[in-house]
């Protein structure tokens, strides 16, 4: 039922010094490349978690912004780590930009009519 190797015929012979040497080779190349695939996810597990420690949260809380008196705002947008703010102030278009992080006025733009 059962499917058995045949007993060997001839006994475990000792290796030779020429075999023993290439199977230590084998046995030392193998360590070193099991070592280094070793600290290659070492290295990159380490850089994931190095990235996600210095990840900084996004702010939270009130921030008051004050608008000219007449402004209205037309449209906002998020745009990389700048929040962008169209400002339509008494005819005359105006974009203001603050930092997504800290939510600190980056810069301002106003665009005005000829004369």
Do not use: C
Not at 91 to 108: N, S, V
């Amino acid at each position: 039922m059962f499917h058995r190797p045949p007993p060997p015929d001839t006994p475990d012979e000792a290796l030779t010094p020429e075999q023993e040497r290439v199977i230590a080779k084998f046995r030392r190349f193998s360590s070193m490349s099991i070592l280094v695939m070793v600290l290659g996810v070492a290295a990159v597990l380490g850089v994931i978690s190095y990235r996600m420690m210095r990840a900084q949260p996004l702010a939270t809380g009130e921030v008051t912004a004050l608008l000219p008196k007449g402004a209205k705002i037309a449209t906002t947008t998020v745009s990389g780590d700048v929040v962008v703010v169209v400002l339509d102030v008494n005819g005359a278009t105006e974009i203001r930009t603050f930092d997504l992080r800290t939510l600190a006025p980056a810069g301002k733009l106003r665009f005005a009519v000829e004369p």
